[in-house]
């Protein structure tokens, strides 16, 4: 993607955009935890281990949630809990709940620009089933609404979604990679109007349309949102 | 919730109600686990741990992740992943990746029945943020996908989703109880209108509608979707 200046409309999201990316080697650390943590999640949902190893691995986990604890900082999260209020898409998004490779509970869902669109690919486990074998209806809404809020992103006036529609054509598929799509359809005054599409294969399983709202996104508070940890 | 019996439109659906509910410590256990990982995913949105550390906790969930492989049974999961094709309110929804306790990518969601509406509630943990301190959209949409999906299966005609629309009033806030309500509108030959709200305390956060079809469940196979383990 192109190493451009952000826009001015950021000039405001600056605050959120740390000096440093993290430590590599501790980023490194951190997204192959995740994936670990990803593969039992996909584990659990069709597993018969025996009642002691699922104590032992939850107690061995409840031991590292409070390590883990101890060691919160209280500043913001490195990078943006998702694309649209970024308005860089060079910016990380580590944490996003779609995205997000250091996130578990992330597919994760992967975006990116071609031209003016957004393109992007999933592949669900077993952890996103709705119907038996298929992907929850949930999750392929969730999915277009990052997918949109990216796309809207890019025309310089990031707004946050005012109203998502997902029209669901066919079941989603699990376990096979999907392909989502995502463009602008116009701006009118403050409105962005996004659409996408979601293929499995040659199969359209579902549409989106998203219309958001240009945003001043300095009336959230750039403070810690919860008290920082006891370490 | 009444114990009354399953109507007929329900009666395909026996097929993929297992005969016994999973062994009772197995799932406490299975549940606790769950509930550590969820845990130490929130931790992971905001820490500073030694690299070594998430290094040594990465190789043990490998290791835990590799097991819990060796122990898949290859038949269907307990209960459903989501509650629109169950029927059976009764039914256990373990694995949903909204409401499933055992599942660590659920915030959890709790959904209950309430005269002809269905109520809930969430707190929405770090790992669900999209704008700085608020719930990502897209979780909003999935969330309500679950409750206008519970509430319209109550009409004893379930269907899939066939459209959600949301549309967004206010930011939603991580970290405190959200209160979500749905109620069917209107039933028009195989089309069910429902729609819900979601509030943090008096403010209207978000509406969603729903247009969900009737559905044959039957069409979707029973079998296995991946390959028995290895174990």
Known sequence: MEETEAPEPFARLST???????????????????????KITEGLMDMDAPEADLIAAAEASERFAEH???????????GFGETSPSGDTRALFDHSPLLGMA???????????????VAGT???GKQYEGPPGHVHGGLVAAA????LGMVQAMTGQPGMTGTLTVRYRRPTPLHIEVRFRA???RVDGRKIFASGTLHAGETLCAEAEGVFIMTDYGRFRVEPDRPAGKG
């Open 16 to 38: 959120w955009i740390p000096n440093e990316a993290p430590p590599e080697g501790q980023r490194a650390a951190l997204l192959r935890l995740a994936a670990a943590m990803r």
């Open 68 to 78: 883990l604890e101890a060691t919160r900082t209280g500043r913001r999260s490195w």
């Open 103 to 117: 996130n578990p509970v992330a597919p994760p869902l992967k975006l990116w620009v071609e031209g003016d669109a």
């Open 122 to 124: 999933a592949v669900f």
């Open 144 to 147: 277009f609404d990052e997918a």
């Open 183 to 185: 463009r602008v359809e």
